[in-house]
């Protein structure tokens, strides 16, 4: 194989694999699925860490957290995490702590008020 012919392969490939790589959600990327059930909810803040990923999860409706935590997780699910752990706050108060290490899901409790601006009022969602 000529020295272009290698440079063109090798180019080939390091293409692809940016491509590849471009098309994919980050982790810390979550969407707010079916609400129609449990209200509204927002992720509005997730980070990974070494050993997994945090978050901050507002809601409409606190009577349904357990619920939107369960979708959160689902989406997750299949990350490869090894511990997960949202925040869940409504917009003026802490509801609950729902942490995921090693397959096994546990509520915490957690207090306080959302960190600042974080679960702000909302407009309604916008539908198309």
């Known amino acids: 194989m000529t020295t272009a012919r290698r440079l063109a392969a ?14 994919g959600r980050p982790e810390t990327d979550i969407v707010s699925t079916s609400t129609e059930d449990v ?14 990923l945090r978050a901050t ?12 935590a369960d979708r959160v997780l689902r989406q997750l699910y299949s990350r ?6 949202l925040d869940v706050y409504s917009e003026d108060r802490a509801v609950t702590r729902v942490v995921l290490t090693q397959g096994v ?10 960190p600042s601006g974080a679960c702000a009022a ?3 969602k916008e539908h198309s």
């Open 10 to 23: 090798y180019a080939l490939l390091a293409s692809a694999a940016l491509w590849a790589g471009a098309c």
């Open 39 to 52: 209200g509204d909810y927002d992720v509005v803040g997730a980070a990974r860490g070494r050993d997994g």
């Open 57 to 68: 999860v507002c809601v409409a409706d606190p009577a349904h957290a357990d619920a939107i």
């Open 80 to 85: 490869g995490l090894s511990a997960v752990s």
């Open 105 to 114: 899901r546990r509520t915490e409790p957690l207090v306080g008020t959302p």
């Open 122 to 124: 909302r407009s309604p």
